[in-house]
Every structure is written in structure tokens, then in C-alpha cells.
């Protein structure tokens, strides 16, 4: 069922991607085909391929499109969209295939929807599809040729149309070379060289624009220095270096990601990892070319192939961010802050190079490499309700979450949350509408206070700059504050109030698209004043620049009371002092007093907030069970910690006694009899390990022995006092 289901959502993002292209207008998809589109609608070859900006392929690839110039328009973009979409799902099924054996069952069944699936979602296809470039082919044309062809002539001439097609390729003849198949290697070079001179002979003028006035398509397209171009020379170009130095410095990085990344490469393609070193060996290509394009840095997911971390925990962080930086932009995995402008700018740059000269890929050989250090989870707590958890797999994970994945989290979610505010809106009618309901509601209440307190606020002005910068500041500082805190102090507790907060902002979501509310602020005719934003001039619907920024009908719930509210809630359940706990009870009540005295929310805005952190803190509950662990789980953190040293005798026996530990403290079984039935099969599981990467723990002649406690006569166990 699994299965099915991914393949039906493969048919749908190929659906998608099919509408998405076609449903733009003629001169906006398949830009680089249309430069050859005439007035008829008719393809046509110019005089040039390069006499527009638009084409940045090789001649060759021109050559291999001219059988296309007497097509019609309407139908080369179905043809081409299609034909496309074929060999993303080619390339899924061969990757599929080619991962390193053995793979379980599960893994078997689902590689190849999942890899269709990542790869119809990456950036690199989605810019291809609509560009209309040829940079999937070659990707292709190289599996077929690594994975698929028998014949060592045929893998070469492979490889030799692939490096026609895009030049830094042939970067995988020298891969064939060392790793033994020179007749392959040797093909593909020649069939390169035939390729090109063939082209030279039928296209001389264009071949001579791009081999030599080009440098190898260098200048090609949009600038070298913008932001589409994530090579080294690109890079460079954008940190300021120009000239001869950025030419040097350009040789000597790509002279070094060559050697160092082809080393690595051959290294893996001996260990049995051929798709992995086929994956280095691609982001190798894109890191030393001298233009690589977004269209072209297909290479770069096929890294998530490769294994990083000894921890069980910590395996899903390379492909998890791989994945993300292949498939979001980069403003939605880096915040807009200056400092952080050059990370954000190169990061696919930087994810290629990762996987070329820096990622520590584990080989076979190591123990870790099909069972990493497991992940210690404590033990299930009992509910007042027999359904709670309502979710039996939510396990409580005791060890804190990797940092580089929490970060991601983090900010996609967040921005996320900002793309969907902001898309919540409505019109400015149904907002004052929506606006007057609460105030009528509020005056048959008697709580429609807003206007008193936000002029009494005014007329003072240190309470009112007072306000104003908590209104900016603390909503964003005191939660992240609280999360820092438990991230790095309690582990298990971070994990369960971040949920909360998490579906607490979700259902806001919701509330902001169902209700849009205009604030007390932007009511007409009610005499607020604007403390934070200054004078509004109602006569303008949209309010000047401010709603390109968030959603200003986003009032109901309010989340600036709701996130304040889990905090004190959060900090009055964990906090060990009860001075902390009253410090944290004031942050909800100064939020509540800022929210109304500025004029930005109403009194029932805050009651909504309350509400959906309520909801938050009751899903949290109901689907992950409570957040009390058993007493005696806490001791396992010292134990876990220790097993992350090694994977042989003393691991086994460390993570033993963590297990012993922590079933002990359930009260359930003699601790000593845990810790002596764990330590038993520690020491076989230590066995086979030593065993497995060549019996050196036997050849030390060591023994152990475990005497185990017997029963008292009354059939209490032994240790038990």
C-alpha cells in the first residue's frame, strides 16, 4: 500500500509539472528552445546559436536539436515536457538499482517512487523543464553507461555523448581510467573527441564562439557572476576577486577538488559504492566547470546516497539537508541576515563541494555502516485514557536532536509560516467587517478596553517606547531563548514542548485564512493610534509598503499572546525555581498589556491565542502521550553518551547497561538481573561484532562471566529490597 501510494504521487507531481509548464504563456516556458520560435510559431534556426543570450548548451547540443526546428511550438512543449519527465523517471529507477547491495526489502520496494519523487521536486528538473535544456540527458546517458551497459565499448561511447553534451563529464572517463576499465575510458574519450570534431566540421562559426571565444561556454547566458552560476569561477567572481588572481585561484581550487574528489571517488567505487563515487565525481564536475547552472547541478542529489554519522540519530542529517538545499531556495533555508548572504548565495556550491572533498561518507567495512549506534527512547508512560498515545510509534527520544536538522527545521517552518500568512489574505471589506463583529462582541462583553489603554499609553511616552520595542523584540527572543535552554539542558522535554508550540502555530494558520481580522489599529473611524508603525492613511487599501511584508488581517488568533503563553506555560512547568516560575508568568502578562495599549490586537485576539496553545499543548498530549518520563530514564543520558565511542565490546556493553538502567528504574524487573541478562547479550552482540570485521576480539582470549542472582524461597528476586 506504501508503494502504491508513492507511485500515485509520482503521477501527480509529473501531472503538476506537466500543467505548470504548459500553462505558461509561450514566452515564458521553454525559453532557451522558443530562441529559435518564428512568427508563425514555427521553430526556425538562426544564423547562430548564440546570437541571443538564451542558448548556453554546447554545439553539439544544438546539432542534436536541429531535427527539432520544423516543429510546431505547442507541440514541442507537450513533446518535450513528456519526453523530459521520461527520463527523470529513467534516471529514478536506474539510481534505484545501482544502490549498494544488500538493501532490505523496504528499501527495495520504495527506492525508486522515492528517487522519482526527489528528483521531479529538485530545483535542477524543475529548471530544466523549464528552461527546456538538454542537462538531464547527460545525467542519464552516464547511469546507463555505469550501471546498465555490459559492453565496455558502449559504456564508453555512453560517457563520450554524455561529455559532448556537457564538457566537465569527461571528468568520468578519468573515473572508468582508475578505477580498471580503461577500454571504457579510453571510448568515451575518442567518442568525445569525434563528437566535436563533427560539430567543428557542420558548425565552425558557432564551434569557434563557444570553444575558444567562450572558453568552454564561459561568458554563455546571464552574467558569470550572478547568482545562477554555482561553479568555483562564480564564487569567486561574486566575493569580489576579478582578473588574473581570480584565474589562478580558480586553477588551484579546481586542481584540488579534482584530485581530492576523484581520490574519494575511487575510493568509494572499490568499496562497492559505485553510485556514490558516480555522485562525487558529478559534484566534482559542477564545482571546476566554469559555468554550472542550476539546471545542471542534478549531480549534487544523487549524494544522498552516501551514509554520515555512526549515530542512528544522526544518519537522516546529510540527505535530509542535501535534499533541502536541492528542492527549496536558498532564502528559505538561511534567514535575510548580511552575514549569512554568502552561505545563502553559494549553497549549492557548497553542498557539492561538501559531497566531493568534505562529507565523511562510512564505508562497508565499518560496523557502523548497516547498524549505527541505536537510538536510546524511553520507556511508555501510562495515560489517564487508554487511547493516549493515540500514535504508538511516537516514541520519547532521549538524547537532544541533531543541531544542523533542528536548525533547518526551524527555519523552513518558519518560513513557511511566513508564505502562508502572508498568502492568507483577504479584502479590505471583509476584514473591517470581520473587525466590527469583534468590537460589537467586546462592547456587549464590557471588555472593549482597547482605545482607553491605547491612549493612556500615548500620553506617556517612556510606557509607550516602552511597549513598542516589546512588541518588536521579546515575541521572537523568549521562545527561542526557552528552546535554546532545553535543547541543551533537557533533551526529552525540548522535544515534547517544541511540538506543542509547532501545532499551536499551525492551527493560528488556519484561523488567519478562515477569519482574516483587521486590527484595532486599522480600523477607520475609531480613533486608535498606531504606536509601532506610525499614522496610517486609510484612503490606501493596501497601507503603504507593510503589507509586501506580512499580513496585516492576521490578527485572530494572535500569536504574539499565544507563543507568550507557552512560554509561561513552559517555563512554570520546568522551571526549578519558584522565582523563575513568577518571572515567567509576567512575560504572557506584559505581552497581553503591549498587544492592546499598541493597538495591534483586541482583547478576543488574545483569547484566541490562548486557545490554540491550548490545542497545541492537548494534540502534543493526546498523540505522543505525556511528558513526564519514568523515573530512572534520566540515567540512561550518560550511558547513551558512552555508546557513541564505539560500535564493538565496550559500546555493546555501555548501551547494555544504559537498557539495564533504564528498565530498572520502571520499577518492573531487579535491576541486577536487567543489568546481567543485557550485559549477556552485550557480550554475544560485541562478539559477532569483533567477528564480522575479522575475529580480532577473539584472537585477544579474553572471557567474561555473569553470575545471576537466583530467587529468594518467597520468589522475590534477589537484589530486591
Known sequence: ???????????????????????????????????????????????????????????????????????????????????????????????????????????????????????????????????????????????????????????????????????????????????????????????????????????????????????????????PDSLANQSLH?????????????????????????????????????????????????CVAVAVSPTAWQHQLLWVLLAVVGRVGKRASDRPVWPVAVALVLVLPGKMLLPNIEALFPVRDNVLLIAALGAACAAPFLPRTSPYWRRPVPTDYASPVASRWGRVPLLPFWRRVLSRPNLLLELLLIRIVYSAYQHVRLAATAGRATAEHHGRQIHSLEQWLHIDIERWANHSVVKVTWLREFFDYYYLTF????????????????????RWVRSSIGFATALALVGFWLYPLAPPRLMPGLGFIDTVHGVQDFAKPDYGTLTGMTNQYAAMPSLHFGWSLWCGVVIVMLAPKVWMKALGLLHPLFTLSTIVATGNHWVLDAVGGAAVVSLGFGLTYALSGRRELRAGTASTRGAAMRTTRTGTGAGARSQAEARAESQAGTGVRDKDEVRSEAEGKAGSEAKAGSESIGGAGAASGQTSSVRVPKPKPDGTPAGKR
Open 475 to 494: 515575541h521572537f527572543v523568549v521562545p527561542l531563548t526557552i528552546l535554546g535552554v532545553l535543547y541543551v539542558r533537557r533533551p526529552a522535554d525540548y
Open 234 to 282: 562564480g564564487a569567486l567572481l561574486r566575493l569580489g576577486a576579478e582578473g588574473p588572481l581570480e584565474i589562478v585561484l580558480f586553477v588551484v581550487l579546481a586542481v584540488t577538488v579534482c584530485f581530492v574528489g576523484l581520490r574519494r571517488a575511487l575510493r568509494y567505487a572499490e568499496d562497492g559504492q559505485l553510485l556514490l563515487a558516480v555522485a562525487v565525481t558529478g
Open 1 to 223: 500500500m506504501t508503494r502504491a501510494a508513492l507511485w500515485l504521487i509520482v503521477a501527480v507531481l509529473a501531472a503538476r509539472q506537466m500543467a505548470v509548464v504548459l500553462r505558461q504563456s509561450p514566452g515564458e516556458r521553454i525559453i532557451d528552445l522558443e530562441t529559435w520560435t518564428g512568427t508563425n510559431g514555427v521553430l526556425h534556426m538562426p544564423g547562430s546559436l548564440y546570437e541571443t543570450d538564451r542558448f548556453t548548451g554546447t554545439p553539439f547540443a544544438g546539432l542534436v536539436l536541429r531535427p527539432l526546428t520544423r516543429t510546431a511550438e505547442q507541440t514541442l512543449g507537450v513533446a518535450w515536457t513528456f519526453g523530459s519527465l521520461l527520463l527523470v523517471a529513467v534516471i529514478g529507477v536506474v539510481v534505484a538499482r545501482a544502490l549498494p547491495r544488500p538493501v532490505t526489502r523496504r528499501t527495495a520496494l520504495l527506492a525508486a517512487p522515492v528517487a522519482i519523487s526527489l528528483l521531479m521536486v529538485s530545483l535542477p528538473v524543475r529548471n530544466a523543464l523549464h528552461l527546456g535544456q538538454t542537462s538531464i540527458l547527460p545525467v542519464l546517458l552516464v547511469l546507463l553507461g555505469c550501471f546498465v551497459a555490459r559492453d565496455a565499448r558502449v559504456s564508453g561511447v555512453l560517457i563520450g555523448v554524455a561529455a559532448a553534451l556537457q564538457p566537465t563529464v569527461l571528468l568520468f572517463a578519468v573515473l572508468l581510467r582508475l578505477t580498471g576499465r580503461r577500454r571504457a575510458s579510453v571510448t568515451g574519450a575518442v567518442t568525445f573527441a569525434a563528437l566535436t570534431g563533427l560539430t567543428w566540421a557542420v558548425m565552425p562559426k558557432d564551434s569557434w564562439t563557444y570553444w575558444v571565444h567562450h572558453v568552454a561556454g564561459a561568458g554563455l547566458g546571464a552574467r
